[in-house]
């Protein structure tokens, strides 16, 4: 008989958001004596301090979880706290699923209840399904019923994640109108229905770049309010994202913070904030944009590799050599096209900006 090993809590490669932060949402819960939603273990504006990050009145710290403009996150938490479904949207990498993840920690204690939405996701995904072997020995029955995660969200009253909701197929979309709209969702084979408890709602993210399979129906994004999360406003802002994520995953990971670290991450956000924009970062001059999205998420990758390659195949510190070849394979999403891009790039203006020329030459001799 084949066994499936336990899991060591430290041996988990990526703790949900729940896990990873319970002492800093046990010390808000703590300390939290605002008014709570029903089901909410944090009032609202708990919620947005764990997100934001601050001091408690004890001196705990609480990290910031998204760095951007308050407002944003105060609107999405305000939309949960009614009967209204927030969608999540913006362009790849701007933290949609990250945010996900931590509004449904925060506010249910329970990150996992997700529908990963893709062309091939099932309407059972959405809705339920059926244990075959109960159900050909005795028939329709709730023991033979398998709940979706939002049928199981629905029972409990607790936030449950779709994401990438505009790659699902229409039909299965539409499977969610009834859940947002009458907060029930028939079950016609048992003659009933299971209806929402208080606290259960949906958080759902798409990505406005790339336009998915399926638009979503007027129908049902009536049922959402859209919350469009943007890119980070400025180099420092973005800057900060990128140390603190690869701060994360580099413990996660078991690697340590080197060298040169700092300088580095900036020059990659520099280069992929310039080619995004299509100007450079003190407005002078103009270069064209690759195809690909250069997000924060890739920027995020593309040093976290670099980390790596520095403590498994360098000297210790992080040098432009372990990060040019991460940073030309996120230009490159057309090769032929972005790779004429680059070259101009790179010598329009790396080759002669001051500070830069080990970092040129590095990439140079990649691209060539």
């Known amino acids: 008989m084949t066994t499936v ?38 009032s609202p504006w708990a919620v947005a ?26 609107v999405a938490i305000g939309t949960l706290a009614t009967d209204r479904a927030l969608l999540l949207l913006g362009v790849p990498g701007t933290a949609k699923t990250w945010v996900s993840e931590h509004l449904a920690a925060a506010i249910s204690g329970d990150s ?9 996701t099932p309407e059972e995904a959405v809705r339920y399904g059926w244990n075959y072997a109960e159900l050909l020995a005795n ?8 709940p979706s995660p939002v049928l199981r969200g629905m029972a409990a009253g607790k936030l449950v994640r779709i994401e990438e909701l505009t790659r699902i197929p229409a039909d299965v979309q539409d499977a969610l109108i009834t859940v947002l709209s009458e907060k029930t969702l028939p079950i016609p084979e048992l003659s009933g229905e299971t209806q929402a408890v208080r606290g259960f709602n949906v958080i759902a993210t798409a990505n406005d770049r790339d336009r998915g399979v399926n638009e979503l129906s007027s129908a049902l994004r009536r049922r959402f309010n859209t919350v469009v999360l943007p890119l980070p406003a400025t180099l420092d802002e973005e800057v900060e ?40 970062s ?29 403590v498994h195949f360098g000297d210790g510190v992080l040098r432009p050599g372990d990060l040019a070849g991460g940073v030309l394979g996120a230009v490159l999403g057309d090769p032929p096209a972005d790779r004429v891009v680059w070259r101009e ?22 691209a060539d």
Do not use: C, M
């Open 5 to 42: 090993p336990s899991q060591a809590a430290g041996e988990v490669l990526r703790a949900h958001a729940e896990e990873a932060f319970a002492g800093e949402l046990a010390a808000l819960a703590a300390q939290d004596d605002r008014p709570r939603p029903a089901h909410w273990r944090l």
């Open 49 to 74: 301090t764990y997100l934001l990050g601050g001091e408690l009145p004890d001196g705990t710290l609480v990290t910031p979880k998204y760095v951007g403009p308050r407002r944003v996150v105060e």
């Open 139 to 146: 028939g329709p029955s709730r023991a033979a019923l398998v």
């Open 241 to 280: 994202i990128v140390e603190r994520r690869v701060g994360q995953l580099g413990r996660a990971l078991d690697l340590p913070a080197l060298p040169g670290g700092a300088q580095e991450i900036r020059r990659v956000v520099t280069v992929f904030r310039e080619l995004r924009d299509g100007v450079t």
């Open 345 to 366: 790039y790179l010598e329009g203006v790396l080759r002669d900006r001051a500070g830069w020329q080990d970092f040129y030459q590095a990439a140079r001799d990649l």
């Open 112 to 120: 996992t209840l997700l529908v990963q939405g893709t062309a091939g």
């Open 282 to 310: 003190d407005g002078r001059t103009k270069v064209k944009s690759p195809t690909g999205t250069l997000s924060t998420a890739e920027a995020i990758s593309v040093v976290t590799n670099g980390l790596a390659l520095a």
